[in-house]
Nanobody, 128 residues
């Protein structure tokens, strides 16, 4: 059964950093583009960052550009989100998603509905 498991969330003060990890199982990882999305209470799940199967091309939401960095390790079936200069508005549940590279485009890379496999999420709370 295909599975994504996130970890690394927690409570941090504004200005601090966290590194989220997502490990995939039962998935030919290098055939999938990966993404991070987040959902705050009362809001829809929104795009944060994504990365192509090769790791060459990355996409970021404007709200996190310059602060967050997405990366991947295909040898270990993992994708990461390094989050620096965290703000209270970054507080949310962060989800890892996978999208088959066959269907990847610059539009699908940032579209929630294009990601077909999801993890259970990890909570990130940033205090002011």
């Amino acid at each position: 059964q295909v599975q994504l498991v996130e970890s690394g969330g927690g409570l941090v003060q504004a200005g601090g950093s966290l590194r989220l990890s997502c490990v995939a199982s039962e998935l030919t990882f290098s055939n999938y583009g990966m993404g991070w999305f987040r959902q705050a209470p009362g809001k829809e799940r929104e795009f944060v960052a994504s990365i192509t199967w090769s790791g060459v091309t990355k996409y970021y939401a404007d709200s996190v550009k310059g602060r967050f960095t997405i990366s991947r390790d295909n040898a270990n079936n993992m994708v990461f989100l390094q989050m620096n200069s965290l703000k209270p508005e970054d507080t949310a549940i962060y989800y890892c998603g996978a999208q088959n590279a066959r269907y990847w485009t610059s539009l699908s890379a940032i579209r929630r509905s294009s990601f077909t496999v999801w993890g259970q999420g990890t909570q990130v709370t940033v205090s002011s």
